[in-house]
Structures are given as structure tokens and as C-alpha cells.
């Protein structure tokens, strides 16, 4: 039989001890600052779906240990009137609405107060330039970042130049907000923090981080339904083993991201 939820013993989340409450990105919120620690900071409508999967795995231990910080703020605090809108009908008329810029530019107020150093502004948006492992080592590299999530048509675009805001997608594709697009870039980011994966070379070896797509992997049972191990990862010879995996890695790449070889084959042969 389940327990009430005021006879379960309290979790361990961040710093802080974690109780049922309506508002969870509170948890986060009320942490204090700490100082030289790399922090995420998300402009949304809906804080409770943070952390989300952030809150799990590796990230979510980072998060515990105050690797990282996460903190929400909600832009409905900062909505006008009694009802706390946020958004109005698009000027020129068409379907939808649009986030209003005063809106935004006083939760971005809000956000930036605790901004140091490099901290950059993005805002997750379809038409913005893709992100890659690239983009998510440079934030890694940054002091921190405030993301903006976008809900209904978009934001008023005046916000946007006025903030110097980079929008940045996820891929060519269209979600009903940014808060998925926010916690998979973070996710790609945060595990590449000093101390957050605890063999640092599987960050080096991985898909994308040479600009090719990374080798398969094989594990015990030596055989299975029929399948054997490809002999030379068993062979003991740690060179034919690189070298194995490095034609892989090209194979794969040339065959299914014919893109990425490009640009690959661009920067060994000097042309990029």
C-alpha cells in the first residue's frame, strides 16, 4: 500500500531536500547562486516541466552535486493585467498569437540580473540556425545561459533585436514549444561540463565530436542469435582495433550523413 505523501521520506534534489509541491521548478528557483558554477536559465510558460529529464542520469546527479544549476522563470509572472496575459493578436492580422515584447523584456530582466561573464541570450525557435555538437561545446565553454521558450506564433521580433537574441533549432522540424528543444540542448551541453561523465574520453569519441558518426559497439555475449563479435575487437591489437573503428566511422558517415563526410572530407583536404 503507497504511502501518503506526507509520510514519504523527502528526495534528495540539487541542494535541496524535495517535498510535494504544485510548483517543483520552485526547488530549483530558491537555490542560492554558487559561485564559478555553470547555470541554465529558462524563460517559459510552464516551469514545472523542469528538470525533466535533466533531473535524471548523469545530468541529474551533475545537478545534485551543484555541478550545474537550473533555474526557471516563469513568464506569466511578468504577464499584464489581472489575467496575467502575455500575448496579443499579431499586428497585420493572420491566425495565432504572439508573445508581446514587454512581456518578454521584463522576464529577461529578470533572468539577466544573474548573468555574469559570457552568458548568451537564445531564443528556441524553427527558424533559427541548428544546433550541433559544436554550439554545445561552445556553451559548455560559456559561464552560463538564459533560453528562451517560445510558445503560440513566435515573439514579437522587437524583443528580440532589442536583446541581440540568437534563435536556434533543434532541427527542421516544428514542436508547440521550446521546452523540449531547451532540455535536449542542455542535456548535449551539460554532459560535457568538467566532472559530469566520468570517463572523459567517451565525449571525444562519440558521434559528432570529430565530425563523423561514431563505430559500433559490441559487448558480451560473444555470440549472439548467430552473431559474432567482429574478430579484430577481440584480437588483442589495440592498433587494428583504432583502425577498425576509425574505417567504421567513416563508412557509416559516408553512407548515411553524406553531409557530414562533406564538410569532413572539406577540412582534411584543407578546402573548409
Known amino acids: 500500500m503507497a504511502q501518503p505523501p506526507e509520510a514519504q521520506p523527502p528526495k534528495s534534489h540539487g541542494r535541496k531536500a524535495i517535498r510535494p509541491t504544485l510548483k517543483p521548478s520552485s526547488l530549483m528557483d530558491e537555490a542560492p547562486d554558487l559561485v564559478g558554477v555553470w547555470q541554465a536559465r529558462i524563460i517559459t510558460l510552464f516551469p514545472d516541466t523542469f528538470p525533466g529529464v535533466l533531473g535524471a542520469s548523469l545530468t541529474g546527479k551533475a545537478l545534485q552535486d551543484g555541478t550545474w544549476q537550473l ?30 515584447a514587454d512581456v518578454v523584456d521584463a522576464a529577461l530582466r529578470d533572468a539577466q540580473t544573474h ?13 533559427g540556425q541548428r544546433f550541433d555538437q559544436a554550439m554545445a561545446r561552445d556553451l559548455a565553454r560559456c559561464d552560463g545561459v538564459t533560453m528562451l521558450c517560445g510558445r503560440f506564433e513566435g515573439v514579437d521580433q522587437r524583443v528580440l533585436d532589442h536583446w541581440n537574441i540568437t534563435e536556434v533549432s533543434l532541427g527542421d522540424f516544428v514542436m508547440t514549444g521550446g521546452e523540449i528543444a531547451a ?26 565530436s570529430n565530425g563523423l558518426l561514431e563505430h559500433p559497439h559490441y559487448t558480451r555475449p560473444a555470440t549472439w542469435e548467430g552473431r559474432d563479435i567482429p574478430p579484430v575487437l577481440t584480437s588483442g591489437d589495440h592498433g587494428k582495433v583504432a583502425e577498425w573503428r576509425q574505417d567504421q566511422s567513416e563508412n557509416l558517415t559516408r553512407s548515411r550523413r553524406p553531409d557530414l563526410w562533406a564538410k569532413h572530407r572539406g577540412k582534411t583536404d584543407g578546402t573548409a
Open 183 to 208: 532540455q535536449a540542448m542542455l542535456d548535449a551541453t551539460v554532459r560535457l561540463l568538467p566532472g559530469v561523465l566520468g570517463n572523459a574520453e567517451s565525449a571525444v569519441d562519440e558521434s559528432h
Open 71 to 100: 533555474h526557471t522563470h516563469d513568464l506569466r509572472t511578468h504577464g499584464i493585467g489581472k489575467h496575467r496575459n502575455v500575448d496579443d493578436t499579431p499586428a497585420g492580422g493572420g491566425a495565432g498569437m504572439v508573445l508581446r
Open 115 to 127: 548573468a555574469r561573464g559570457r552568458w548568451p541570450i537564445l531564443y528556441l525557435s524553427p527558424r
